[in-house]
Structure formats: structure tokens, C-alpha cells
């Protein structure tokens, strides 16, 4: 696994505006290159990551911010794309012009002109920032939609179960 510890050592790889990783990769800094991300063989890991385009197998972090992100599995608490394609998109937030993917499951999302997956949207809202924009579709799934306040509550009943303080929806003293 290549670990970079500083935005220099970062700096340091990139050569005619690509960063280019065989295997694993970890940034233990914030990173804001102007310069693409390849990484053949392996994953990112990080937590706040800035560049021109990111290409991964598995992509986890917590701020992403890219022109074009392609990868299996995207974790993230927020993506700021042009473009996604990737397989599974897992995020808090996600804030792209166009997203394609296998699956994506969020919290709030927001999209230009068009949404799609192959197989399900799940998130809390999702809404689109042009006029003129085409409903989100989920060609083989369905758009589900739940509120905060109904996942919030699911995760309490769900905690009181395990904790066998809950029977039958009534909370044990």
C-alpha cells in the first residue's frame, strides 16, 4: 500500500498531470492536485480528495471532489462530480451533473438534468437544480424515498431489539 503522509509527497508522483498508483493507495492528508487520479489494482482511501479525475476500484473518503469519478464502490459523506460512473455509489450527500451507477443509495441528492441506475435509488430527497430536467430513473429497481425521521427511528427500534429492551413494539423497563 503507498500511504501519503503530505500534500508534497503527492505532488512529488505526478508526472504530465497524472497521479498514477499500481495497488492500494492512502492519503493521510488532504489533497487538491490539479491532476488525475489512477489507480490500477487497487483502492483509495481518504479523507477530503480534490483532482481533475479519479479512477479506482474502490473509493473511500469523506469529501470528494472530482471532474469525472470512475470506480466500483464509492463511500463518501459528500461528491462534488461532473460526472459519476461507478457500480455502487454509498454517500451522505451526493451533488453531481450526472450520475449513472449500479445502485445508489444516499441521503440527499441533488442532479442537473438526469438520474439513473440500473437497479435502485434510495435516498431522503432527491430533487433536480434545472427546470428543465428529467425524473430520476431506476431501470430495473425502484426510487425509494424515506425521511430522516423514518431512518432515525428504524435505528432505535433496531438498537432496543438487540438490546432486548423492546417486545412485540413495546419498550421493556
Known amino acids: 500500500m503507498k500511504i501519503y503522509k503530505t500534500q508534497s509527497e503527492v505532488e512529488a508522483d505526478i508526472k504530465n498531470g497524472v497521479l498514477a498508483i499500481s495497488g492500494d493507495v492512502k492519503f493521510e492528508c488532504n489533497i487538491s492536485i490539479e491532476a488525475s487520479i ?23 473518503a469523506w469529501n470528494i471532489t472530482a471532474g469525472n469519478i470512475n470506480a466500483w ?45 440500473y437497479q435502485s435509488i434510495k435516498c431522503t430527497s432527491i430533487k433536480s437544480r434545472r427546470q428543465k430536467a428529467q425524473e430520476p430513473i431506476c431501470l430495473d429497481g425502484q426510487l ?24 412485540d413494539g413495546k419498550i421493556l423497563s
Open 38 to 60: 489512477i489507480v490500477t489494482n487497487g483502492n483509495i482511501t481518504a479523507r477530503n480528495i480534490t483532482a481533475r479525475n479519479i479512477n479506482a476500484w474502490d473509493i473511500n
Open 73 to 117: 464502490d464509492i463511500t463518501a459523506w459528500d461528491i462534488n462530480a461532473r460526472d459519476i460512473n461507478a457500480g455502487n455509489i454509498n454517500a451522505r450527500d451526493i451533488n453531481a451533473w450526472d450520475i449513472t451507477a449500479w445502485d445508489i443509495t444516499a441521503w440527499d441528492i441533488t442532479y442537473y438534468a438526469f438520474c439513473s441506475a
Open 144 to 167: 425509494e424515498i424515506k425521511p430522516k425521521e423514518d431512518e432515525d427511528v428504524e435505528r432505535a427500534t433496531k438498537l432496543l431489539e438487540e438490546k432486548g429492551r423492546l417486545k
